[in-house]
């Protein structure tokens, strides 16, 4: 389902966002895995977020741009085959976005397999809304949405506050959306 043919605020969804290592699926690690349950009306149900643990260090300017440590994952993370289980039951069968989903989606299902893990995520992607909401933009990236929106980006580049974000910035726009 395109994030355009769901009817924002009408029924249940999940947003979902992840923090990793790098840009490649195929090489790099996931850190931190967080999903929002959001119910009719935008109200959020739920919420989940893991720490994993990873087999390498944590980049330097990885960390510069997350704040995430080697000493949290080491601290807090858990095995990724179990933050990947928890977040597939958590989101369930309810329709799951993520902005960039293609990056997202990628990661989670090259991981998933890796661990041997019988899933897969189906993640739309928000970017196509913004896209036909606010044409001609010059990024559609989440903090330049966030600042349009006028919404505070307090904590961006940690995936739990990027989903809240996004909420926010979808709710925004819900008003603008043909339904």
């Not at 010059?138 to 996004?166: I, V």
Request: net charge negative; aromatic share 6%.
């Amino acid at each position: 389902m395109k994030l355009s043919e769901f009817i924002l605020g009408r029924m249940p969804f999940c947003i979902l966002d992840i923090e990793t290592t790098g840009f490649l699926a195929d090489t790099h690690e996931i850190l931190e895995i967080s999903a929002i349950q959001v119910g009719a009306g935008f109200d959020i149900i739920g919420e989940t977020s893991c720490l994993t643990r990873t087999a390498n260090r944590v980049p330097s300017l990885i960390t510069e741009i997350t704040g995430i440590t080697d000493d949290m994952l080491r601290a807090h993370g858990q095995p990724l085959a179990e933050v990947l289980a928890h977040v597939h039951r958590f989101v369930g069968d309810h329709p799951a976005y993520a902005h960039n989903a293609q990056f997202d989606r990628g990661f989670l299902n090259a991981s998933a397999a890796r661990e041997g893990l019988d899933i897969r995520f189906s993640l739309a992607c928000s970017i196509p809304v913004f896209k036909r909401l606010l044409p001609g933009r010059e990024s559609y990236d989440l903090q330049a949405l966030a600042k349009a929106f006028q919404l505070e980006d307090d904590g961006a580049h940690r995936a739990l506050a990027d989903c809240r974000m996004l909420l926010g910035c979808l709710k925004r726009a819900h008003r603008n959306i043909a339904v």
